[in-house]
């Protein structure tokens, strides 16, 4: 069972726009949320983390938006660059002793020149 | 910078090998962790360690088994390889638990079971 949904496989988006990825989460327990970004042929690269205690968390042109009552997070990339393209995965934690990270399925973005 | 490796980039192996993928983190982290990404899927955890010859099983241990014999390494191996083990493996590290801190990743080996 999928405890870490992420509906959207692709978007689409032109440079210097807005990107938007969205993730969707069914376990109250998770408290610590992550977003990777992974090219091809290479391993995932952590990007920007949120705590439970917060509802917002930015780092440059990226933001990562939590909302716990709807279990729902969001990253927001603003403006989008060619270079942003990649996979994004959705990821979260519950505080397991050994900080085990349950991961989305990904979405595959692609920044049109 | 903390740096994972994973020894091969790209292997080919026959159904029913003993297959060894290997895993070296250079920063003294406590956690590593074996995945498999599959299209559509995601990552998914094959088994983690939390300390030298700790391990435990994640979502999809059959077929695997690790070992951990130094702080730095973590092995992942395939008993008898099988077609439908033909993947990317991803291999991380983090800090002890109970802290808020990312996993990093080295790039991958890349598992073709012919």
């Known amino acids: 069972d999928q405890q870490v949904k992420q509906n959207s496989p692709s978007l689409s988006v032109q440079e210097g726009r807005i990107s938007i990825l969205n993730c969707d989460y069914t376990n109250s327990m998770f408290d610590y949320f992550l977003w990777y970004k992974k090219y091809p042929a290479e391993g995932p690269t952590f990007l920007i983390s949120i705590s439970s205690i917060k509802d917002k968390n930015e780092d440059g042109r990226f933001t990562v938006f939590l909302n716990k009552s709807a279990k729902h997070l969001s990253l927001h990339i603003v403006p989008s660059q060619p270079g942003d393209s990649a996979v994004y995965f959705c990821a979260a934690s519950g505080r397991t002793g050994a900080n085990n990270l349950f991961f989305g399925t990904g979405t595959r973005l692609t920044v049109i020149p | 910078d903390v740096k994972v490796t994973q020894s091969s980039r790209y292997l080919v192996k026959r159904t029913g090998e003993k297959v060894f993928l290997e895993c070296v983190q250079d920063m003294d982290h406590e956690n590593m962790f074996w995945y498999r990404q599959d299209p559509g899927l995601g990552l998914r955890l094959i088994y983690f360690?939390?300390?030298?010859?700790?391990?435990e099983k994640g979502d999809i241990p059959e077929g695997y088994s690790v070992s951990r014999e130094k702080k730095e390494r973590f092995s992942l191996i395939l008993e008898s390889a099988s077609t439908n083990q033909t993947s990317m493996y991803l291999c991380?590290?983090?800090?002890?638990?109970?802290?808020?801190?990312?996993?990093?990743f080295g790039d991958g080996t890349r598992l073709s079971i012919l």
């Open positions: 360690s939390y300390d030298v010859k700790m391990k």
């Open positions: 991380a590290s983090s800090p002890a638990g109970n802290s808020n801190q990312p996993q990093h």
